[in-house]
């Protein structure tokens, strides 16, 4: 058995249509507050982040057709899209991964949002679950 490598939920992220509403449905209903804000280009999201204790919950929209989330919302319909989990060195835990016959989605870590280093891991082969690694 390999040593713990996911050290706490860094995130859980759900596809919206529209991210305003979104937001002031967690704002009435529990009194949620959008710590951060941000348009990730290269995933053609935009995306806003409530902290829950030390994780957050990631409200996730498509800012153009040709998004994942896109596509994931005219299959699904709104709902969690992925699971961020928070790792101390994403390189590590990704070719670990692969090495253990994983399939990732990124070759390399990548960029993420506000400032982390992150790389996807396939939902095939993950119990039909999107994964994200986040370094902060
Ligand atoms: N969770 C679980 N399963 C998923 C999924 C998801 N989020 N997205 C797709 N799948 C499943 C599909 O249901 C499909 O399964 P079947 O073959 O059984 O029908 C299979 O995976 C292939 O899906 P697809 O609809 O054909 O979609 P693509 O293969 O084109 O893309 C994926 C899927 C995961 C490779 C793509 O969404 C991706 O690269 N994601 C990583 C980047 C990303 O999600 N960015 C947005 C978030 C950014 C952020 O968090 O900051
Ligand atoms: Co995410």
Redesign the pocket.
Known sequence: MTAPQLTEIDHV?IAVQDLSSAIDWYASMFGATVEHREV?ER?G?E?ALLKVADSYI?L?TPTRDDS??A??LE?NGEGI??V?YRVAAVGEVLDSYVAAGGRA?DAAPRP??RGTTVA?L???GAY???I?LVQE
């Open positions: 992220a990730v995933d999201v995306e990631q996730l994942p989330v596509k994931w299959k899209h992925h961020g989605i993420g949002s996807f396939h939902p095939k039909g679950t999107l994200e």
